[in-house]
C-alpha cells in the first residue's frame, strides 16, 4: 500500500546518505528483522481477538 511506497522512499533516500557500518544502517537492518518477525506474529493475534470482538458484540447487542 502507500505506506510501503513511502517506507521504501525514505529507505532509498537514507541509504543515499549512510554508509553501510554506520549506525544508521545497522539500526535499519535491526528495526526489519525485527519488524517483520513481529508483524507476523502480531497479526495472526490481533486477527483472533478482532474476529472474538466482532462475535461478542453480535451476541450482546440483541441483549441490549
Same mark, same amino acid.
Request: proline share 2%; no cysteine; glycine share 6%.
Given at each position: 500500500?502507500? *505506506?510501503? $511506497?513511502?517506507?521504501?522512499? $525514505?529507505? !532509498?533516500?537514507?541509504?543515499? $546518505?549512510? !554508509?553501510?557500518?554506520?549506525?544508521?544502517?545497522? *539500526?535499519? $537492518?535491526?528495526?526489519?528483522?525485527?519488524?517483520?518477525?513481529?508483524?507476523?506474529?502480531?497479526?495472526? *493475534?490481533?486477527?483472533?481477538?478482532?474476529?472474538?470482538? *466482532?462475535?461478542?458484540? !453480535?451476541?450482546?447487542?440483541?441483549?441490549?
Amino acid at each position: 500500500g502507500s *505506506a510501503f $511506497i513511502v517506507f521504501l522512499i $525514505i529507505y !532509498l533516500f537514507l541509504s543515499f $546518505i549512510s !554508509l553501510k557500518g554506520d549506525h544508521l544502517h545497522s *539500526a535499519t $537492518i535491526v528495526g526489519d528483522t525485527v519488524g517483520d518477525s513481529f508483524k507476523d506474529t502480531s497479526i495472526v *493475534a490481533m486477527n483472533v481477538l478482532i474476529n472474538v470482538k *466482532a462475535i461478542v458484540s !453480535l451476541v450482546i447487542t440483541p441483549l441490549l
